[in-house]
């Protein structure tokens, strides 16, 4: 019996280490992918974080065909959406993604925690007062964690106004090459939609937010959370698309 449960331990471990490899070669090979976009424009055009986001809501608007590594979805656009914005945070989350993925994670291939308006203006000061972190948790949800200080010369209600966590959806790959050379400190423009996703049997994975104030997991967003289909992504004054 004590050989035989140790050959199932050794054949476990074995499984296991197999896995990961996979996982890991898996990821790199992704990221290999999309290491080298084009940049389709310049522009002289500065970013201004300093502007509200601009959303245009949609009715009647036709399903976008979108195809996962995994599955193939449709996503219906419930907005134009385009913000500009002081990027604070960056969760590209691929290592061991092929274990414990979801379908979410299928689609919204990164996330980017975002300020903008007073909060923009001085990464210096706001640095002094907010701490970020983007990341993924066991329970499988994408959360931008965020503290303020007492001292913060902005209110509460400022500034959970003025800070999004952006789940990003790639229209192509080039563009999923843009957002990936995105980082922590760069000013961007991003142009879109922000849409709800389903799967091609019409089963719902995720609502977006459709507002930049709601905070909690009841909100349409299940946690205020944006998710993005990107048309066209800005970093200072390069453009992909």
């Given at each position: 019996?004590?050989?035989?449960?140790?050959?199932?331990?050794?054949?476990?471990l074995i499984i296991f280490i197999l896995i990961c490899i996979n996982s890991m070669l898996g990821d790199l090979l992704f990221r290999v992918k999309y290491s080298f976009p084009k940049v389709s424009q310049t522009t002289k055009q500065t970013i201004d974080t300093a502007q509200e986001p601009i959303q245009i809501n949609l009715t009647n608007s036709k399903y976008i065909k979108y195809y996962g590594e995994k599955g193939l979805y449709a996503l219906k656009p419930q907005a134009e959406y385009s913000i500009s914005a002081l990027v604070v945070a960056k969760n590209s989350n691929f290592w061991f993604r092929d274990i414990m993925r979801s379908k979410f994670d299928d689609v919204?291939?990164?996330?980017?925690?975002?300020?903008?308006?007073?909060?923009?203006?001085?990464?210096?000061?706001l640095y002094k007062h907010i701490r970020?972190?983007?990341?993924?948790?066991?329970?499988?949800?994408?959360?931008?964690?965020?503290?303020w200080d007492?001292?913060?010369?902005?209110?509460?209600?400022?500034?959970?106004?003025?800070?999004?966590h952006t789940h990003m959806i790639p229209a192509n790959s080039n563009i999923m090459g843009g957002l990936l050379q995105?980082?922590?400190?760069?000013?961007?423009?991003?142009d879109g939609y922000l849409v709800d996703i389903y799967t091609?049997?019409?089963?719902?994975?995720?609502?977006?937010?459709?507002?930049?104030?709601d905070t909690n997991p009841t909100s349409r967003g299940y946690?205020?959370?944006?998710?993005?289909?990107?048309?066209?992504?800005?970093?200072g004054n390069k453009i992909y698309r």
């Open positions: 019996m004590d050989k035989l449960w140790d050959w199932f331990c050794k054949i476990s919204a291939l990164l996330d980017l925690g975002l300020v903008w308006g007073d909060l923009a203006s001085d990464k210096k000061e970020f972190n983007s990341k993924k948790t066991l329970g499988q949800a994408r959360i931008l964690y965020y503290r007492g001292s913060s010369p902005w209110g509460p209600g400022y500034i959970t106004s003025h800070i999004s995105i980082k922590k400190n760069d000013i961007v423009k991003i091609d049997k019409s089963e719902l994975v995720a609502r977006t937010s459709m507002s930049r104030t946690g205020a959370c944006e998710d993005m289909y990107v048309t066209q992504v800005q970093i």
